[in-house]
């Protein structure tokens, strides 16, 4: 690690982002003491923490597993989406305080190991009324653990974006542990109405958020090449692509971004290198393609990251026929050089 690792780089962005991060925890711990105290003051300190920080973190999750959607069908959305990693940590960090108390109240006091005892204190595993639902807010915990483990750049590039990419959408089957674990809690414990209607809301919002944009990009997905004439695939007029943006396209069942900026048209692959993102979905920003998602950049003639970077993608000859723009389907080695299309 310590030949390829570089510590954060704490930008004035960064800065903003995680300072507003910390400011909207501290206000929410704060609201949710006095209100407990207000109303149930003879709650303990430990469950007082094991709830405050138990329902931060769930309303963390929900935040970060909302923010993804959001940012895909609205761009307003896309300044939470840059730093999400930072969330993500946050989030860990809360779970891992409600899950440390936790552990400590209810099973660090007798001569069984804490951890081995959260398996075996309930043995119910065969009843769904009675089953041991703290186990699967463990395992929801150690997933969680290697997200925030793994968020640097530094294992992105080491483990490579596919591998990073698999490891990190573990948050959907830890998002469906916590949602038990709370479910069966609930029932268990101190049946609540509001908080199941709280969860049942967050979980539909959620799973409404994935839905609509999955059908977004179902319907994106339609839109590909046709009218062949002699190997060149039409794709769209000039005038359907605005100026320093692009318009994407199914090109032989892979995405590629057309981008018009100074007079010209490039294309070039639309997943960006380091987690995939819409390169289709940024913008030409001082002649380089920038990424919606982190803010990579690429030149548009030869699919090249900007010096010191070393990030390439593969790129796409195109041509203009009175003004209607075709594309040759094979994909060129990344990082390829092709003339742009001047008009």
Not at 31 to 43: K, P, S
Not at 156 to 165: F, I
Request: aromatic share 12%.
């Amino acid at each position: 690690m310590g030949v390829n690792y570089q510590p954060v780089l704490w930008n004035r962005n960064k800065k903003i982002y995680d300072k507003w991060i910390v400011i909207s925890i501290l206000i929410y711990l704060l609201c949710f003491i006095g209100i407990t105290i207000i109303t149930n003051n003879g709650t303990s300190v430990e469950t007082l923490i094991i709830r405050a920080f138990g329902t931060l973190a769930i309303a963390l999750l929900h935040i970060i597993l909302a923010i993804g959607p959001l940012a895909r069908l609205n761009s307003r959305f896309l300044p939470l989406l840059y730093n999400r990693r930072h969330l993500g940590v946050s989030m860990f960090l809360a779970a891992m305080v409600h899950g440390g108390f936790s552990i400590f109240q209810f099973h660090s006091l007798g001569n069984v190991n804490p951890i081995y005892a959260i398996f075996t204190s309930n043995m119910d595993y065969g009843s769904l009324a009675n089953f041991p639902f703290q186990v699967l807010g463990f395992f929801a915990l150690v997933i969680l653990f290697l997200m925030a483990a793994t968020s640097h750049d530094f294992w992105l590039k080491n483990l490579s974006p596919k591998t990073w990419k698999r490891l990190h959408m573990m948050v959907y089957p830890a998002y469906g542990l916590i949602i038990l674990h709370v479910f069966l809690g609930a029932l268990q414990q101190q049946p609540s109405i509001g908080s199941i209607a709280i969860m049942s809301l967050g979980f539909i919002t959620i799973a409404t958020l994935h839905l609509v944009t999955g059908i977004k990009e179902t319907k994106a997905d339609k839109i590909k090449t046709q009218h062949i004439k002699n190997g060149w695939e039409y794709i769209c007029d000039i005038d359907e692509i605005p100026e320093d943006r692009a318009k994407i396209f199914i090109v032989d069942k892979e995405r590629i971004a057309v981008f018009k900026y100074d007079n010209k048209l490039s294309a070039i692959s639309n997943v960006c290198k380091h987690q995939g993102g819409p390169l289709g979905e940024g913008k030409v920003v001082d002649g380089c393609v920038t990424c919606p998602w982190h803010g990579y950049q690429y030149l548009p003639h030869n699919g090249q990251s900007p010096p010191p970077f070393t990030e390439k993608i593969t790129t796409y000859r195109l041509k203009n026929d009175n003004n209607k723009i075709y594309v040759l389907p094979e994909a060129l080695a990344e990082g390829t050089e092709v003339e742009p299309i001047i008009f």
